[in-house]
């Protein structure tokens, strides 16, 4: 796809609704369609949609309702989901793992969640795009973005979306199929990538995670061991 103009990419944000309305990409010319990407990455519009995540032969999935926005709104989507699973499932893996160590010649079959989206996705403008609009930012500058979930529903696995389609968002399905991880050792690298201190990493998750009973200098002290950890196993391996 060639770079669009500001000229273009203003005038299709002016056809970009200010409040939540039905993304409808069949009324779109191809370019369109591209264009909607483009400015989603770029910050410029919001998305919301509801998905069901499930677990291979576990009797509970979740559905969510997700909201996204950025270059790495639908990867911080596809983490929260993890968080929010990993402890309903955390038992399943362990069984999975241990039965593969009773047998090691057994082919080793990772257990990967699936992902189903509720169609129609809504979409409107954002505030990055509306100050696009009036000439107060350059519509081309990606951003990081945000994606988070709200009204998390316990379902069980009979549960069936009213219509399914994952084409056109590749990047959160390579997200939520990935094997779930322990939302610790995910915290922890991100904020690595990030070069958080320790106290810095405590700090964070105790801001996502306000449930939790641990103190900062006990988050500090985990955030350590942890780095002391892999450490070992890096010298080991």
């Not at 926005?69 to 983490?79: M, N, P, Q, T």
């Not at 955390?90 to 009773?102: D, G, Q």
Request: with cysteine; glycine share 4%.
């Amino acid at each position: 796809m060639t770079i669009p103009n500001r000229d273009e990419l203003v005038d299709f944000l002016g056809k970009v609704p200010e409040r939540w309305e039905v993304l409808n990409r069949d009324n779109m010319t191809v370019r369109e369609s591209k264009l909607t990407l483009l400015v989603f990455y770029a910050g410029l519009t919001e998305y919301r949609f509801e998905f069901f995540y499930r677990l291979q032969d576990h009797p509970h999935g979740f559905a969510f309702e997700g909201q996204a926005s950025g270059r790495k709104g639908f990867a911080k989507i596809g983490f929260a989901a993890f968080s929010e699973a990993y402890p309903f499932w955390v038992e399943a893996y362990e069984l999975h793992e241990s039965r593969w160590f009773e047998n090691a010649s057994l082919p080793k079959l990772e257990l990967v969640p699936r992902f189903e989206i509720v169609y129609p996705v809504k979409w409107r403008i954002s505030e990055l795009g509306a100050n696009a609009l009036k000439g107060t930012k350059d519509p081309l500058d990606e951003i990081e973005g945000y994606g988070v979930i709200s009204n998390r529903k316990l379902v069980d696995r009979y549960s069936k979306p009213n219509s399914v389609r994952v084409e056109n968002f590749d990047e959160l399905a390579d997200v939520l199929h990935q094997p779930v991880a322990d939302p610790w050792e995910l915290h922890c690298n991100r904020c690595k990538d990030k070069h958080y201190t320790h106290k810095e990493i405590a700090e964070e998750w105790k801001v996502r995670h306000p449930e939790s009973k641990e103190t900062v200098a006990q988050l500090k002290k985990r955030s350590e061991n942890y780095a002391a950890e892999q450490n070992r196993r890096a010298k080991h391996s």
